[in-house]
């Protein structure tokens, strides 16, 4: 059978109706849903792996987080010409659209900056960014989307309001500043790519698993280029696998499906008036950061 026929039977067996959806659980699943988001490969080449049925509310809910995803991850230059001629085509519609993302960015103390042919600088490490709660939130919306599409592979189970998870965003130099959850990434296997034919996209995107042997509990991590990671927990295993500091901090970033669906059904937050006038300031100055492509020759 031709590649082409396989996906349209793999495809229809996802949106037939009969699957839950991955993500709320409780609607039946009639779309697909690529998780990660097509656009975040270079020139829209994804491997067909990790596809999830999904519902039609859920699947265009996550449309804005999975283009600002696709933007974030490639913050970290490649050198390679299409992923960077990307990376500014969306930064354009990142700021027409999302302008909120700039504002939410905090000019880094240092600047490594990098400046692309185009004459676009950008800062040259993603985890020297301190951001606010917008892109706090985007990277959290995210995050629960990978847990529980990841956790659904594992287990074929679709989430209830019960299940806890922690989205823990990171920048490739918390490695380095151990600031990453240590006893989760112990658990975790090797990350493996995705894979089409004889290609592999490990430069694009990467991910690993863990699975507790009752399937309630799973450890995520996946990383975009070298731009940012994100581990996720689907029911975070007990305090005692953790140390006080660790612990500490997975309590304070748990929660539960539920409670995002009540905030923000699961789209994009509501700005807060003082996010409004921002965005007002921001399109009456002109941004300083991302300066426009074009801006230094
Ligand atoms: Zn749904």
């Known amino acids: 059978m031709g ?14 109706g009969r699957l839950k959806c991955v993500y709320c659980g409780s609607r039946s699943a009639d779309t697909v849903d690529h998780m990660p988001p097509i656009g975040a490969f270079t020139s ?5 792996e990790l596809e999830f049925p999904a519902c039609e ?18 913050l ?10 990307e990376f500014v085509e969306l930064t354009g519609v990142i700021s027409r659209n999302y302008p909120e993302v700039f504002t939410s960015i905090k000019e880094p103390k240092q600047v490594e900056s990098i400046c692309l042919p185009s004459g676009l600088i950008v800062p040259a490490n993603f985890s020297q960014f301190e951001f606010d709660e917008y892109l706090g939130v985007v990277l959290k919306l995210f995050g629960l989307k990978f847990a529980l599409a990841m956790h ?26 151990e600031e990453t959850p240590k006893q989760l990434l112990r658990m975790l296997p090797e990350t493996r790519a995705l894979q089409q034919g004889r ?34 927990s689907f ?19 748990c929660f539960r499906p539920s409670d995002l669906y009540r905030s923000y059904p699961f789209g994009l ?29």
């Open 3 to 16: 590649q082409a026929n396989q996906k349209r039977l793999r495809h229809r067996d996802l949106r037939s």
């Open 199 to 232: 290609k592999i996209f490990s430069g694009q995107f990467v991910f690993t698993s863990h699975f507790e042997e009752s399937k309630n509990g799973s450890v995520h991590f996946c990383a975009f280029r070298d731009s940012f990671g994100i581990f996720a």
């Open 44 to 48: 829209r080449r994804r491997p067909n």
């Open 76 to 85: 970290q230059m490649t050198r390679e010409p299409a992923n960077d001629r």
């Open 269 to 297: 937050p509501r700005l807060t008036q003082e996010q409004l006038d921002r965005r007002e300031a921001w399109k009456r100055t002109r941004p300083v950061w991302p300066r426009q492509p074009g801006f230094i020759r």
């Open 57 to 74: 509310g859920c699947n265009a809910a996550t449309r804005d987080v999975d283009n600002i995803i696709s933007w974030l991850s490639r």
């Open 152 to 177: 659904w592979l594992g287990t074929r189970k679709a989430p209830t309001a019960d299940d806890r998870i922690l989205v823990w965003p990171v920048g490739s130099g918390s490695f380095a500043a």
């Open 235 to 253: 029911n975070p295993l007990p305090d005692d696998n953790l140390s006080d500091t660790d612990a500490e901090a997975v309590d304070s970033l």
